[in-house]
C-alpha cells in the first residue's frame, strides 16, 4: 500500500531530506497497476484502493518474466549501474555468484542502501538519457 501511494505522489520532499540535488516530481495515477503474483498484492484492500483510484489492476502468471519486460529490466540496469558499486552482492544467480560469500562481504546496512537507491534513481537514473 506505501508504494502505491508513494507512486501517486510528487516526492521531492523526500528526495531533498536525503540529499538529492534533483527534483523527484514523478507521481500521478496510473491506467493500470501491473504487479507480480507476490502475497502482498493479494489483499482485498489492496485491490479495493487500485479500483479506487480508477485503475486497472493486472497480475502477470507467475513465473513469466516476459511478461513484466520494464521491471525486468529495470532490474538489470539497477544491478549494473548502481549496485555495481557495492560489496556483497548476491549476483544473478547461484551460478554467476559462484563461491563469492555475500555475508561475509557485505559492506553497508539497509538504510544505507535504500538511501543509496533513492539518489541514483533520482539523480542518476532520472538525469541520464536512457531508450526505456
Known amino acids: 500500500m506505501t508504494i502505491l501511494e508513494m507512486a501517486t505522489r510528487d516526492k521531492t520532499e523526500m ?12 507521481g500521478g495515477t496510473m491506467e493500470t497497476v501491473a504487479v507480480d503474483s ?8 489492496f485491490r479495493v484502493a487500485v ?14 518474466a516476459p511478461w513484466r519486460g520494464f521491471i525486468e529490466r529495470f532490474f ?11 560489496n556483497g552482492r548476491t549476483w544473478g ?7 563469492y560469500d555475500s555475508e561475509a562481504n557485505a ?9 543509496c537507491i ?5 539523480d542518476g537514473y532520472h538525469n541520464t538519457p536512457h531508450s526505456g
Open 15 to 26: 528526495a531533498r531530506r536525503i540529499g538529492c540535488q534533483s527534483p523527484w516530481p514523478q
Open 38 to 45: 507476490a502475497v502482498y498484492f493479494a489483499p482485498r484492500s
Open 51 to 64: 479500483n479506487d483510484m480508477g485503475n486497472d489492476l493486472f497480475l502477470p502468471p507467475a513465473g513469466e
Open 76 to 86: 538489470g540496469t539497477f544491478a549494473h549501474q548502481m549496485f555495481n558499486y557495492f
Open 93 to 99: 544467480s547461484v551460478a554467476a555468484k559462484g563461491d
Open 107 to 115: 559492506a553497508a546496512v539497509a538504510d544505507q542502501v535504500a538511501e
Open 118 to 122: 533513492i539518489r541514483w534513481a533520482v
